[in-house]
């Protein structure tokens, strides 16, 4: 017995046969935390449990305490087995802690494909290059040698394909653009969303451009997320000479200050560009808004600027004729009790014009100049609750009245906004008043509408916070 303690392989037998299930326990229920955590190592800890501890095991068993040459072929074949296998563990370990779980908008994260795969193959050939040389005994100065005029001859024979990639490696070195970057070239406008061997992927919206590094490297392109938050729209409209600079100015500014798509904290700026064009820059959060700000921006215009008696592409607004103010005065006439002697009073008196749909009627806080009476469409009053959300709270449809508040001047509690377009009729305030001393049964329902929708507007508030 004292022979067998002894001997040098009863202690490697004794190691392996202890410390390989006791291992395997262990690396089994840390796999098991990581998988509950959703951990990025969990797939790093299975490769070392399922893979590399009993590879590792059985070249212990033969080499130590089977005591088989090193250079038999067995024994290579594992360790190069073994080999592999740890090339696998380091690729998916640097992969998991580097890049896998990286925080959104690190450079961990921006960091282009071309990078990785780039050092992937690197890993992979300092990997073999060691395998060749200290398991099979290789000459690997040699191997690389002849790999060297190997490549030569297909650099002559692909000079195409690697310039693309030399033209993609020296363009990701320069980084003029980012992942997620939006650029402007001379073939395709979008984000950047991927850059490989070749090519660069340029999202334009309505498919994906693959353009060839070699291309984009020689060519002009604007790059619209550098600086950050400085990227603006353009949008170029048309007035008549006779129409008042400022006063449409004004308009614009206050048209393009409603876009959902403005950039917080940011303020759109108008000036004359020419003796009938208008450049309006609007500051957006991101040039993926570009054509939704810019054709709602042109929609809302088209009904701002004949409410506001201008003459967008120098055209008339015949809307408002004598018929339709007569026809829409008969609509809201049960609202206001009007008979058909006030009817006939009214109709140079009041205004007829439109909103477009999502366009704001009125905002909360105002204090309104008018009464505005619905005729077509449907209005939403919606409030903002403590969070900043928007909470709808009733909708207005024809024969329905906004800015009551006219006669207290008091603030409304409510905005409105279009939910299609919308036809309306203004009032005054003097017109209201008149009305108001000949039928002073009107305040009463003025009144009563001003504690409905102040009750409507408790209860909405109460069902968002519930």
Same mark, same amino acid.
């Given at each position: ?23 395997? &326990? ?9 998988? #509950? ?7 790093? &800890? ?34 190069? &087995?073994?080999?592999? /296998? ?22 961990? =994260?921006? *960091?282009?494909?071309? @990078? ?32 060297? /005029?190997? %490549? ?47 090519? +660069? ?37 048309? @007035? ?8 449409? *100015?004004?308009?614009?500014? #206050? &048209? ?10 940011? +303020?759109?700026?108008? /000036? ?21 700000? =810019? %054709? ?27 018929? #339709? ?6 609509? *809201? ?16 008196? /009041? ?17 309104? =100049?008018?009464?505005? @009476? ?12 403590? +969070? ?12 329905? @009245?906004?800015?009551? +508040? ?41 009144? #009563? ?6 009750? %409507? ?10």
């Amino acid at each position: 017995m004292s022979s067998i303690f002894e001997s040098e392989w009863f202690y490697w037998a004794v190691a392996v046969a202890i410390g390989f299930p006791v291992c395997l &326990v262990l690396l089994t229920e840390l796999h098991n935390a990581l998988l #509950r955590r959703n951990n990025a190592l969990a797939r790093p &800890v299975h490769l070392v449990r399922n893979y590399i501890l009993p590879l590792g095991a059985l070249l212990i068993l033969l080499v130590q305490a089977i005591q088989v040459n090193g250079e038999a072929t067995p024994v290579r074949v594992v360790a190069t &087995v073994f080999g592999f /296998v740890v090339l696998v563990l380091l690729l998916s370990g640097l992969n998991a802690t580097m890049f896998q779980g990286a925080p959104e908008g690190s450079w961990r =994260k921006r *960091i282009p494909s071309i @990078f990785l795969d780039v050092a992937r193959f690197a890993v992979i050939a300092v990997g073999v290059g060691i395998m060749l040389a200290y398991i099979w005994g290789a000459n690997v100065g040699g191997l690389f040698t002849a790999l060297g /005029v190997s %490549s030569i001859v297909l650099g002559l024979a692909l000079q195409n394909s690697v310039g693309q990639i030399i033209s993609g490696l020296l363009l990701l070195f320069e980084q003029p653009f980012q992942l997620g970057d939006w650029i402007d070239a001379p073939t395709a406008r979008g984000r950047v969303v991927e850059v490989n061997w070749r090519a +660069t992927h340029i999202d334009t919206g309505s498919g994906m451009m693959i353009m060839p590094n070699s291309a984009l490297a020689a060519a002009s392109f604007k790059n619209f997320s550098r600086p950050a938050g400085t990227h603006a729209l353009s949008v170029t409209t048309t @007035f008549s000479v006779d129409d008042p600079p400022d006063d449409v *100015i004004a308009m614009l500014n #206050r &048209v393009a200050a409603m876009l959902p798509q403005l950039r917080p904290g940011a +303020t759109p700026s108008s /000036v004359r560009s020419g003796a009938m064009e208008y450049s309006t820059g609007v500051p957006v959060r991101s040039p993926a808004d570009d054509f939704a700000a =810019k %054709s709602q921006f042109m929609r809302w215009v088209w009904y701002a600027s004949r409410r506001a008696g201008l003459h967008l592409d120098e055209a008339e607004d015949e809307f408002a004729t004598t018929e #339709r103010v007569q026809t829409s005065l008969r609509i *809201i006439a049960p609202t206001l009790r009007l008979s058909h002697e006030d009817q006939e009073d009214l109709v140079t008196r /009041v205004r007829l014009t439109r909103y477009g749909a999502e366009e704001y009627l009125q905002h909360s806080g105002q204090i309104p =100049k008018r009464m505005t @009476f619905i005729v077509n469409g449907r209005v939403r009053l919606a409030v903002t609750d403590d +969070t900043g959300g928007i909470v709808p709270v009733r909708t207005l449809e024809s024969g329905d @009245f906004l800015g009551q +508040t006219a006669l207290t001047l008091e603030p409304v509690t409510a905005a409105a906004y279009a939910l299609d377009e919308v036809t309306v009729l203004w009032f005054d305030r003097d017109v209201i008043e008149d009305l108001v001393s000949k039928k002073p049964v009107l305040l009463q329902d003025f009144g #009563r509408a001003i504690e409905e929708r102040r009750e %409507s507007l408790r209860r909405a508030l109460a069902a968002a916070q519930d």
